[in-house]
């Protein structure tokens, strides 16, 4: 059974940091890249940071600087320490992880809430 247990969401003032975590278990085939992704309400989903299994990391251009993307293979975890927050920082963030199979599995979404 496949699960993607994410953990570190919360509630925080702007200007305060978050770490966010996503242990992923029962995946058979070999896992490619680990991400983030968030969405805000009325928005659509969109990359955060992606970490390639050689360790490759790319950002999107609203948290690059604020935010730093790691994983741990041997435990097939994906963090993302989050600084600086801003109320625009506010969405559920979603893990994902790819295959080189091509087969995509996503966690169940922690919220994020950034106060002014």
């Known amino acids: 059974q496949v699960q993607l247990v994410e953990s570190g969401g919360g509630l925080v003032q702007a200007g305060g940091s978050l770490r966010l975590s996503c242990a992923a278990s029962?995946?058979?085939?070999?896992?490619?890249?680990m991400g983030w992704y968030r969405q805000a309400p009325g928005k659509q989903r969109e990359l955060v940071a992606r970490?390639?299994?050689?360790?490759?990391?790319i950002y999107a251009d609203s948290v690059k600087g604020r935010f730093t993307a790691s994983r741990d293979n041997a435990r097939n975890t994906v963090y993302l320490q989050m600084g600086s927050l801003k109320p625009g920082d506010t969405a559920v963030y979603y893990c994902?992880?790819?295959?080189?199979?091509?087969?995509?599995?996503w966690g169940q979404g922690t919220q994020v809430t950034v106060s002014p």
């Open positions: 029962g995946i058979i085939f070999s896992i490619n890249a």
């Open positions: 970490v390639t299994y050689g360790g490759s990391t």
């Open positions: 994902k992880v790819e295959t080189y199979r091509g087969v995509n599995y």
